[in-house]
Nanobody, 118 residues
Framework: QVQLVESGGGLVQPGGSLRLSCAAS????????MGWYRQAPGRERELVAT?????SANYADAVKGRFTISADNVRVYLQMISLKPEDTAVYYC??????????????WGPGTQVTVSS
């Protein structure tokens, strides 16, 4: 069984910064892609950024130049700067995991709230 837990969310003023972290635990053999998604009230969940196990990153247009995704072993991070009110959402991490028994699946964390407001 695999579990993901996010941390680092909170309330920040416009223009501020936050760093989100997500750690995976369980019977993990390997992790392929990792990513961050977000869901604002009344909107669908959307991709923020992804990173492959070779370090190739991809970003949504809305966050390019402001957010940076990185990863090591079983953790993925999202450094966010120049935050805007429209970045307010619940942020979810996502990982494609192969367990030691050979089972492959996509796992999600429970989410962490990011609120950008003065």
């Amino acid at each position: 069984q695999v579990q993901l837990v996010e941390s680092g969310g909170g309330l920040v003023q416009p223009g501020g910064s936050l760093r989100l972290s997500c750690a995976a635990s369980g019977t993990i053999a390997s992790i392929a892609d990792m990513g961050w998604y977000r869901q604002a009230p009344g909107r669908e969940r959307e991709l923020v950024a992804t990173i492959t196990n070779t370090g190739s990153a991809n970003y949504a247009d809305a966050v390019k130049g402001r957010f940076t995704i990185s990863a090591d072993n079983v953790r993925v991070y999202l450094q966010m700067i120049s935050l805007k009110p429209e970045d307010t959402a619940v942020y979810y991490c996502n990982m494609n995991v192969r367990t030691r028994s050979g089972y492959e699946s996509t796992y999600w964390g429970p989410g962490t709230q990011v609120t950008v407001s003065s």
